[in-house]
């Protein structure tokens, strides 16, 4: 499927994948929307369950999607487990994400299912840890369940909402009888297991930025407990390995998959991403189970799910200033459990039972008081300052220069995006304190918007890397006049302008402009001559001239009148785009001379 547009299909959603490997190029899907779940004619297993308002995959093969552009797309009604993906729902054939931007799109889990078969009426007063749940639900963008792979993408304002609880406590909880959580959540990806075969997950130079899990009230479930967001986590991303919901549809006997993942996160921003949950009380951490039943926080960054065997690591990767709770633990003299809001970017499931692992491979950028569960003793370059000195770009979402994606050759923009992302500042100490590595398994690629990677000593951290800022001037004497037509030579230097030293030539474009504002306030720019700058040789630091010509012939000739004319530098891979200040220059009327011939004659003596 390739340059086409899914709008506004409604009940099932927009489009059904069911056969081997399938590939998605240049399209857009916004506005489609599903509430029912799938039929059993999809695939018997996924009877029951709800996802993928844009997409359905559920082949046995990957699907592939690129260039793509999923926007307003929106899963509705959801009540049962293993479900989600407001925009794409994929089982187990695998996932692979490039160069395409998820935004908008949203999850609504809203109410509990019900058993099969129906339990003796006092089971949910007496064990009410047995309700059944919309548990390992979610994926405000994916839920994907096996091997995905995700590049140089955008995810943005991605939402599960929740009314419900995805676990309840028996009735007396100890360390001796300890409670068995479970989770769901993950604003923009729900990564998860659908198979017992072990899987690899990938996340490269991409962009988590404004998504969230919010328990938006307190639904009521037939174990009659008013809900508390209990296993609600994950702003931004939840990584499991998957379960099989107990027949009859009972919480508390799922057992973890068997096999193992394994996830990189490499050169990715997690940033501004929340989880929210006013109703969170102490119960919602499980302090009563011990520090073995205890979940240590619901963030708003990354959620570790996954069970003992696997791994989740990250390296060059920024995981910071993401809201949610950290729960005090069991062990806190005065009030053990209670939720603390602010500042939580990463945890990791309850250590009962086994846990994957969780950590920093080394340079990466993340706070460790505000970052439970997550490991890095022992490993190298890593910032561990606070979130608040991170460098982030106070902008925040950004077109950054980046690609433009969606359907190709469309006359209708609308149908098309800017891949977007969270840049850091200049002086953030994240700049040039990456691992320089192209080789296997880290395999530094170029940036989310194909910049290369390595402009000065070392690759920065997350997903953009940081270009070299540079200062444009017109250094000839331009005169305040010229007449119309008059050939004009304008002398433009490039310069070096930037706190971090670089050895590279400044290459690239320079030109002439005039910006003018339309009717609509719209500046208009004019280009009346360019010219190729040249490297000083052996210069340090840097700089490149070029000389400009103005009028250059009849057909590129500035109007008469007053203009103020712009010196722009159009950048390069490595160097920043930058303009002079302006300088006037009036052209006036051009000179003419009219010469009397005598010998033609006079019109009156010809016949």
């Known amino acids: 499927i ?84 407001g925009a794409i729902f994929s089982d187990i054939g695998g996932l692979g994400i490039n160069n395409s931007v998820f935004e908008n799109n949203s999850v609504a889990i809203t109410g509990f299912p019900s058993s099969s078969p129906t339990p003796d009426p006092t089971v949910y007063s007496t064990n009410p840890e047995r309700q059944p749940a919309p548990r390992y639900s979610g994926g405000g963008a994916i839920r994907s369940g096996f091997s995905t792979t995700i590049s140089n993408s955008e995810f943005a304002n991605n939402t599960v909402t929740s009314a419900v609880d995805f676990w309840l406590p028996p009735n007396a909880v100890s360390s001796a009888n300890p409670a068995i959580p479970a989770f769901g959540g993950g604003g923009a990806l729900y990564l998860t297991r659908d198979t017992d075969n072990d899987s690899n997950n990938r996340i490269t130079n991409s962009t988590f930025f404004g998504n969230s899990a919010i328990q938006v009230s307190q639904a009521v479930g037939n174990a009659n407990v008013q809900s508390t967001g209990k296993g609600l986590t994950g702003g931004a991303i939840v990584i499991t390995d998957g379960r099989s919901p107990s ?68 390296l060059n990767t920024i995981n910071v200033q993401n809201t949610g709770i950290i729960y005090n633990a069991p062990s806190h003299p005065a009030n053990p459990g209670d939720p603390v809001f602010g500042l939580a970017n990463t945890a990791s499931r309850p250590t009962n039972g086994g846990r994957g692992s969780f950590g920093s491979l080394g340079y990466s950028m993340f706070s460790p008081g505000t970052s439970p569960g997550f490991s890095y003793l022992g490993t190298p370059g890593n910032l561990t300052g606070s979130d608040q000195n991170a460098g982030i770009d106070s902008k925040g979402l950004q077109n950054n220069l980046g690609i433009t994606v969606g359907v190709t050759g469309a006359t209708n923009t609308a149908y098309q995006a800017v891949l977007r992302s969270v840049a ?36 920065d951290m997350g997903a953009v890397e940081l270009q070299t800022t540079t200062k444009t001037s017109v250094t000839s004497v331009v005169p305040a006049t010229i007449e119309y037509g008059q050939v004009q030579r304008v002398d433009v230097r490039v310069d070096f302008d ?110």
């Open 247 to 314: 027949t009859p549809n009972y919480t508390a006997s799922d057992a973890l998959r068997g096999g193992a993942s394994a996830t990189q996160i490499i050169n990715t921003t997690i940033t501004g991403n929340s989880l929210v949950n006013p109703f969170a009380d102490k119960t919602n951490s499980n302090y009563l189970s011990g520090i073995g039943g205890f979940t240590n926080a619901d963030p708003g960054g990354v959620f570790n799910d996954t069970r003992s065997g696997s791994s989740i690591t990250t």
């Open 424 to 459: 850091i500042d200049r002086l953030s100490p994240a700049r040039d304190s990456g691992l320089n590595t192209t080789v296997a398994p880290y395999n530094i690629a170029p940036d989310e918007r194909g910049v290369p990677r390595f402009i000065n000593v070392a690759v």
């Open 2 to 85: 390739s340059d086409s547009a899914f709008t506004n299909n409604k009940f099932g959603g927009a489009l059904a994948i069911r056969g081997n490997a399938a590939s998605v190029t240049n399209s857009y899907f916004a506005n489609n929307t599903a509430s029912k779940t799938l039929p059993a004619a999809y695939a018997p297993a996924l009877s029951g369950i709800a996802g993928g308002a844009a997409i359905v995959s559920t082949g046995s093969g990957i699907l592939t999607i690129n260039g793509s552009v999923f926007v307003n797309n929106s899963l509705a009604s959801v009540s049962t487990a293993n479900s989600g993906g």
């Open 498 to 607: 930037d706190s971090k030293a670089s050895a590279s030539n400044i290459t690239g474009i320079v030109r002439l402009v005039t910006i003018i504002p339309d009717s609509q306030g719209n500046n208009v720019i004019t280009e009346y001559g360019r010219a190729n700058i040249t490297p000083a040789s052996a210069a340090s630091p840097p700089f490149s001239t070029a000389t400009i010509t103005l009028n250059p012939d009849a057909l590129n000739l500035l109007p008469p009148g007053n203009n103020n004319l712009f010196a722009q530098y159009l950048g390069d891979n490595t160097y920043v785009a930058s303009q002079a200040s302006s300088f006037p220059l009036s052209i006036a009327p051009a000179t003419t001379t009219t010469t009397f011939n005598p010998s033609v004659p006079n019109p009156a003596d010809v016949n």
